[in-house]
Every structure is written in structure tokens, then in C-alpha cells.
């Protein structure tokens, strides 16, 4: 087992040398102080102050960067399945084989995701040896189709917050967009129904600092080539779901993020040009012109930035502004996590 562990670091690309299981020695000091991870199509990466403190190369093409609660570890979905996950206290590296391309965030240092057909799994990080086990197991009410045992099925936890998990099961994979059917499983196991919000795919789903509300774009195309794109919103409380749409272009949405005082903002296609919006008590509003894929504040002073290579694109350069100059750190990126406080 641990011959095929270490096998697995390498072909991953790890670049740090004596990776060791967490638990261990608690490694080089001042890395507590990472500020945000990114993934790009083929890299994963830690970065505290202004540089790359770790990374790790693969296909990261359809990963989104994220931290558990605790802020302890930034983690994010390899192609071939492994649960890629780098130590904020020390720089390490670690990769776990998992049965979905989408976990989340429990309480702590642990991780969850949904495996077919009705079990919801979780991870530690923080245990001594980390080994997936059932978490509970989640029976949906009847859909469509029959999920198959064991496999990633379009059966999705969006996230898990004050008033329970969130769970996405697409029931129509149309040409026209994906009918991601939401279910609110509250802290007392109680099923709550919210129906399908919106014809779309889930992307860049987000979940509020303070833990009560989630949001997602969903994405749906069409025959011309120009699709729509709905912004969801979900209070994990009271289970109420609110959509709004931005702007006039029909371009997918795939940046949105929680700005500090539980603004949401995104980045929407407006003329051919990526910009900023915000959402507000009359609807979405342009708050920068752009070219921009995010704006991040950071709390250790500066402002992280995505500028995309060209007007419209979905990628970028990843950077670091702080009193009027900026550092670049990584190309291609896709998206990017802000470590909790």
C-alpha cells in the first residue's frame, strides 16, 4: 500500500520531496499563512503571501479549487479520480482515490461527496491514517433513471451548511441543458423537495461564509450556440430558492464567489468582454468594466485578481495586487479558493 501511495505521488507530479501522510511532522513554518489555492488545466496550487508555495502537477481541467472549513487543507479533483490535497501547515502533498469528481467541505478537516446509490461518504483529513468510509446513507426519492453501484453518477452534493446537505441530481441530460433536481437534507434528515430552479448545469456552486446560503450558475445551451445562464440561489434554512439572470449575454457563467459582508458577485460575458457583477435588492449590477474573471480581497492585505488572457475567455492569469503592483503567479488558471478565516 504504501509503494502504490508513493507511486501515485509521483505520477501525480508532486513537487515537494518527503511527503508523508498528515499526522506527521508539522513541516516548515509561515505557510499557515496561505491565502488561496488555484487550479489550472494541469496544475494545483497553494499560495500564501505573494508566491506559489506548493504545487502539484495533473489534469485538473474539471476541478474547482476549495479548502475544508477549518482552512487546514486546500483540495481539489484529479481526472483520474484521486482527491488531490495539499497541507496548509506545511506544504505537503497528499492524493486519496475517490469515487466522485465532486467533493465538498463538511465540518472541520473533512470532506464529503455522494456515491451511487444512496450513500454519502466522507473523508477526514485530519485522522491519523485517512481512509473514506459511509458518512449516512441518503435515499432520494424515485428519479428517472437507476444510479449504477459504485460509480460518479450525475447524483451531486452541491454543499453541506447551516441547515444541512444539499444534494443536485440531473434527471434529463438534454441537448437543451441538464434538469438539476435539488434536494435541501436537513440536519434532522428530513427531505425537503425544491424542484428544478433552473434548466442548466451546475457550475462553479458556492457556499456563503456564515454557512447559510449556496449559489450556482446554471448553463444551458442551445442549437445557435448561444445558451443562457441562470444564477441559483438557496437559503439552507428556510429551503428558499430564488433565480435571477445577468445581463444580455449568453455566454456560461462558470466564476462566482461570496464577496466579505455576503455580497455575491460574478463574472458575466457583457458585449464580448468578461466583467464583474454584483447582486443587490434590484438584481445584478456591473461593478467592474473588465476584461475580469475575479476580484478577491484578501485578509492578509492585497486584492487577488483573474484577468483572462483574451476579452471573453474562461481562463487566466492569476495574481496578487498589493499597493499599486502586481505579481503574477500562475497561467490557465480556472478557479480559485480564498482559505477561510
Not at 495533473?58 to 488531490?84: I, M, N, P, S
Not at 455522494?114 to 446513507?137: I, V, Y
Not at 450556482?216 to 443562457?228: M, T
Not at 441559483?232 to 433565480?243: E, G
Request: proline share 6%; net charge negative.
Amino acid at each position: 500500500m504504501a509503494r502504490a501511495f508513493q507511486a501515485l505521488l509521483v505520477a501525480l507530479g508532486v513537487v515537494l520531496a518527503g511527503c508523508q501522510l498528515p499526522g506527521g511532522s508539522p513541516g516548515a513554518p509561515g505557510l499557515a499563512r496561505s491565502i488561496l489555492a488555484y487550479t489550472a488545466g494541469h496544475e494545483f496550487g497553494l499560495v500564501h503571501n505573494a508566491s506559489v508555495a506548493s504545487r502539484t502537477d495533473g489534469d485538473f481541467t474539471r476541478a474547482r479549487a476549495q479548502f475544508t472549513a477549518d482552512g487546514r487543507y486546500a483540495f481539489a479533483v484529479e481526472a483520474g479520480r484521486h482527491l488531490v490535497v495539499i497541507d496548509s501547515h506545511n506544504g505537503e502533498v497528499h492524493a486519496f482515490p475517490i469515487s466522485s469528481h465532486h467533493p465538498v467541505a463538511e465540518d472541520n478537516s473533512a470532506v464529503v461527496w455522494f456515491e451511487a446509490p444512496d450513500r454519502l461518504m466522507r473523508l477526514d483529513l485530519a485522522a491519523d491514517h485517512p481512509e473514506p468510509g459511509l458518512h449516512r446513507e441518503i435515499r432520494l426519492p424515485d428519479g428517472p433513471s437507476s444510479p449504477t453501484e459504485g460509480r460518479d453518477t450525475e447524483t451531486q452534493v452541491l454543499g453541506v451548511g447551516a441547515g444541512g446537505v444539499l444534494i443536485a441530481r440531473n434527471e434529463c441530460p438534454c441537448d437543451g441543458g441538464d434538469h438539476e433536481h435539488l434536494y435541501l437534507i436537513g440536519n434532522d434528515r428530513v427531505i425537503q423537495d425544491l424542484g428544478v430552479p433552473a434548466v442548466g448545469a451546475v457550475s462553479a456552486p458556492q457556499l456563503s461564509a456564515d454557512d447559510g446560503r449556496l449559489a450556482y450558475a446554471a448553463n444551458a445551451s442551445s442549437g445557435s450556440g448561444c445558451g443562457s445562464s441562470t444564477v441559483v440561489q438557496v437559503d439552507l434554512v428556510s429551503a428558499i430558492v430564488s433565480t435571477s439572470a445577468i445581463g444580455g449575454g449568453c455566454a456560461p457563467i462558470d466564476h462566482l464567489w461570496w464577496g466579505e459582508v455576503g455580497s455575491l458577485f460574478a463574472a458575466a460575458d457583457d458585449d464580448g468582454i468578461n466583467s464583474v457583477w454584483k447582486y443587490g435588492m434590484t438584481g445584478w449590477a456591473r461593478v467592474e468594466p473588465g476584461p475580469l474573471l475575479e476580484k478577491r480581497p484578501l485578509r492578509t492585505g492585497g486584492t487577488a485578481v483573474l484577468v483572462p488572457a483574451a476579452d471573453s475567455a474562461k481562463t487566466g492569469i492569476l495574481a496578487i495586487e498589493t499597493d499599486g503592483q502586481r505579481t503574477e503567479l500562475a497561467k490557465d488558471v480556472t478557479t480559485i479558493a480564498i482559505q477561510p478565516a
